[in-house]
T-cell receptor, first 109, second 115 residues
Framework: DAKTTQPPSMDCAEGRAANLPCNHS???????VYWYRQIHSQGPQYIIH???NNETNEMASLIITEDRKSSTLILPHATLRDTAVYYC??????????FGTGTSLTVIP | GAVVSQHPSWVICKSGTSVKIECRSL??????MFWYRQFPKQSLMLMAT?????????EQGVEKDKFLINHASLTLSTLTVTSAHPEDSSFYIC???????????FGPGTRLLVL
């Protein structure tokens, strides 16, 4: 079963930062936090992952709280192409992913 | 990032026939591949974990005799839906684990419609 909870939907104005929260209060010490997104009728796309420290790449930033019970994915300048369902997953590296319901992000012009 | 392909991208078949879906890691070797199923407006559901050279591990409620998985090489896993029925119509997605990068990369998915 999924170990994460996310809001079902969010809106964000184009050009603004999109902040997507995720709760994972039962995360184990060696489990990573992964973020993927799925655009309609496509396979999920990897965004970012982290263990304890905050992470940043060309797509997004990942902020993990000190107690690791929650995290936030930040898309710094949302575009219309960022409209998708975003999934937060916790898992040991190399292990199965159990997807939750995700957050449907709509970027508004 | 690493590229995972699936073939075919969509398939329509008659009830009672078998359908094979291929999942390939194009530029890396994957010791572990995963198969998921997604029904309309729902999330991805893990079906099975496929390890090269060994039997697949199926999730609870997934019929291993109906969904045959073969992981014959480090770059290829196949899912065969045997005696397909309309309720098997779904979006089937595979992923491959790239151990060195601690991540999974997903294929584009295969849409199956059973008439």
């Amino acid at each position: 079963d999924a170990k994460t909870t996310q809001p079902p939907s969010m809106d964000c104005a184009e050009g603004r930062a999109a902040n997507l929260p995720c709760n994972h209060s039962t995360i184990s010490g060696n489990e990573y936090v992964y973020w993927y997104r799925q655009i309609h009728s496509q396979g999920p796309q990897y965004i970012i992952h982290g263990l304890k420290n905050n992470e940043t790449n060309e797509m997004a930033s990942l902020i993990i709280t000190e107690d690791r019970k929650s995290s936030t994915l930040i898309l710094p300048h949302a575009t219309l192409r960022d409209t998708a369902v975003y999934y937060c997953i916790v898992s040991f590296t190399g292990n199965q992913f159990y997807f939750g319901t995700g957050t449907s992000l709509t970027v508004i012009p | 990032g690493a590229v995972v392909s699936q073939h075919p991208s969509w398939v329509i078949c008659k009830s009672g026939t078998s359908v094979k879906i291929e999942c390939r890691s194009l530029d890396f070797q994957a010791t572990t591949m995963f198969w998921y199923r997604q029904f309309p407006k729902q999330s991805l559901m893990l079906m099975a974990t496929s390890n090269e050279g060994s039997k697949a591990t199926y999730e609870q409620g997934v019929e291993k005799d109906k969904f045959l998985i073969n992981h014959a090489s480090l770059t290829l896993s196949t899912l065969t839906v045997t005696s397909a029925h309309p309720e098997d119509s779904s979006f089937y997605i595979c992923s491959a684990a790239l151990a060195a990068e601690e991540t999974q990369y997903f294929g584009p998915g295969t849409r199956l419609l059973v008439l």
